[in-house]
């Protein structure tokens, strides 16, 4: 393993002002988000679609890497240029998403554990030959009135560990997401509560497994409202709750935490983003990996067909935009209006 790679492939991946897009959307979760846009989720569409995504002149310059889905990696453009070659030559960073999804956990069905540990040393080793230099896991926790179960937290912990030691064995530089679900009724406190466990247990069993710090990036959520709790907070409340719980718990050798988008609309992710980071400075770099809220309207727009590719390409590079100045601290709604003109 050469530390010294791992190490600045992070950094490239949190560089200033830049931030990741994912577009690793399982089959399923595609068919769902094609279904709102009546187009069939067949794999031509899928390519179609995600070609289209990474083929946006100028991405490179707000967008420092992509994380793929299995099917999408092993993919070309119809000239015959593969995906991760278009990507390279845009200066972006390949990714892969190696997790195989989630599943009741045992003992307490109504809480998920991330499948997807056996054979990755394999599947990373197929990974880094197609190109990838980094990869995600993704691990969910449940809010409910009794949920997290301690025991879910420290599983899912130990699974993000295990995946990200595998990841730095095989020279690719884990994403490593644990996500408290914005899904249910519950208040922000309540979020903060939770996301400190999941936090504390991630860092306690990265430790544990001898991951190095500097060559990880974290990917989780801010510190905000469920979506249907009635609570309605302001982007500076939501990063004051964020930057502080992130002071208590992440290690200063940390390269850069991205968020997730979570469920938040474009805007207030790129708001919220924009809040914590007026914050700043702070020891980590802190940007995005969205995957909702970066194409959204790109794929409204879209709409399945090859005539709405250029505009739909101006709408997702200006949701890049707009959340690289948010990384920076520079945004402000007007900007919206301006560059869309
Ligand atoms: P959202 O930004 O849509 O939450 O997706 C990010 C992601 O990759 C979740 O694993």
New binding site residues.
Partial sequence: MNTNTLREVAKQMVAPGKGIL?A?ESTGTCEKRFAKIDVPCTEENRKAYRGMLFATPGLGEYISGV?MYDETIRQSAPDGTSFVQILQNAGILPGIKVDQGTTAMEGSPNEKVTKGLEGLPERLKEYATLGAKFA?W?AVITIDAVLPTDANIRQNAKDLAAYAKACQEAGIVPIV?P?VLMDGTHSMERCREVSERALTALFEELKNASVLIEGIILKTNMVIPAKESGEKKSASEIAEATVALFRKILPDNLPGQAF????QSEVEATENLNAINKRGPHPWKLSF?????LQDSALKKWKGSKENAPAAQKILLHRAKMNSLATLGKYSSEMENRSTS
């Fill in positions: 994912a690793d994380i995600k993704r997401e996500e997730l988008s979570g469920g990996s969205y995957g909702r809220a």
